[in-house]
Each structure stands twice: as C-alpha cells, then as structure tokens.
C-alpha cells in the first residue's frame, strides 16, 4: 500500500471549515483513498472513501487532485466534538491484502471555541 | 442495536500472566480484525480472522494468541512471550460483501486499555 504523509497538527476555529491534506504521491491506479478518526482513547471511526471523483457524505468532503497525488478531507463546519486524530490511508480496494488497514500517525485536528 | 463490544474497558494484569481480551460483535460480519495502539502511534494489525475457523498473523502477532469459534466473537490472548503488552487494544470487523464489493469498510469497538503492572 502506498505511504502517506500529513501534517502532525492543524487547528481550526469552531464553525468554519477544516480542510486536512494528505499527500499520497506514490499511489497506485487500483488504490483507494480512505478517511478514518479517532477522538480520544476510542475506537477509530470510518468517514469517507475516493477512488478519482470528489466525494460528500452526511460527515464530510474528500477532494482528490487530478493525478491523485493529493487529497483534502474538508469538515465544512467544524465542531467541538470533531477534535480528533483524522488518519488518511491509502489502500487497494479489492483482493490481495484487502484486510489490511495501515494507519500512520495521523493529523490531530483541534476545534477551538 | 448493531456493534462492537470489547471487555473490559480497563485491565490490568502482573507481569509473567496470560489475558484474555473479549470482542463481541452483532454485525453478521465475516471478518474480524486485532490492533494494537501505542500512545502517539497509529494502529498495528496483531490477528485477523476472514471466516469461522481461520485466522491469520498480522505484522506484531508474536506474543498474541486468538481463536474464531464462532462468527461473533474473536477473543484476543496476550500470552506472558509478549514482552510489551501494555497498551490500546482495538478490535474491528468488516463484511467484505457491501458497498460495490471492493471495499470493507472497518467497524471499531470502543477498545480495552491494558496495563502490565
């Protein structure tokens, strides 16, 4: 599965849009872009998955660049409880090692009143 | 409702002993899945079960122990080999049939913190 890089931290005030880039330059033709979070000491929690076309969902935006090189997740109205640990992974959709999930560290997103 | 349920929240155990950690699910889900959370790290894959009756190792599965007897549970043993054991433990499952069939998507349970004293 391809590597991903993002930002360590990101604030963002409370109510405005949280736009949390990953870059992911080495990714294949057959690999998916997935969107995960966690919010402190629980489980991590699905939010949204692209292959080429910008997806929205009741949760979030993720728009991927043309050479699917980069992606943004985008909150557009972020709250207080959106303060999380928001992991990008990148991975093939189907067969082989499908199973698999590789998290990296993630961007901690902290809101602010 | 539907989920993921991991007991117990909190476990502690002496150094030297075996536990047992429980994972439950009621979402008719084939697969289940093992990780392992280290403060400030992202999640490791311990064991992974794709059916009833089959299992296979993860990247840190040394020191671990699972059964999958049946399609609900996975319990997860951390054996007195494994030379680090405290941490967050996740347990996650998927049904490789939904959505267009190419993804599973992984449902989370809340986890179990396990210290070694």
């Known amino acids: 599965d391809a590597k991903t890089t993002q930002p360590t931290s990101m604030d963002c005030a409370e109510g405005r849009a949280a736009n949390l880039p990953c870059n992911h330059s080495t990714i294949s033709g057959n690999e998916y872009v997935y969107w995960y979070r966690q919010i402190h000491s629980q489980g991590p929690q699905y939010i949204i998955h692209g292959l080429k076309n910008n997806e929205t969902n009741e949760m979030a935006s993720l728009i991927i660049t043309e050479d699917r090189k980069s992606s943004t997740l985008i909150l557009p109205h972020a709250t207080l409880r959106d303060t999380a640990v928001y992991y990008c992974?990148?991975?093939?959709?189907?067969?082989?090692?499908?199973?698999?999930?590789?998290f990296g560290k993630g961007t901690l997103l902290t809101v602010n009143p | 409702d539907g989920g993921i349920t991991q007991s117990p929240k909190y476990l502690f155990r002496k150094e030297g002993q075996n536990v047992t950690l429980s994972c439950e699910q009621n979402l008719n889900h084939d697969a289940m899945y093992w990780y392992r959370q280290d403060p400030g790290q992202g999640l490791r894959l311990i064991y992974y079960?794709?059916?009833?009756?089959?299992?296979q190792k993860g990247d840190i599965a040394e020191g671990y122990s699972v059964s999958r007897e049946k399609k609900e549970s996975f319990p997860l043993t951390v054996t007195s080999a494994q030379k680090n054991p405290t941490a967050f433990y996740l347990c996650?499952?998927?049904?490789?049939?939904?959505?267009?069939?190419?993804?599973?998507?992984?449902?989370f349970g809340p986890g179990t913190r396990l210290t070694v004293l």
């Open positions: 992974i990148v991975r093939v959709g189907s067969g082989g090692s499908n199973y698999k999930l590789t």
């Open positions: 996650a499952s998927s049904d490789p049939r939904q959505s267009t069939g190419l993804y599973n998507e992984q449902f």
């Open positions: 079960s794709q059916i009833v009756n089959d299992f």
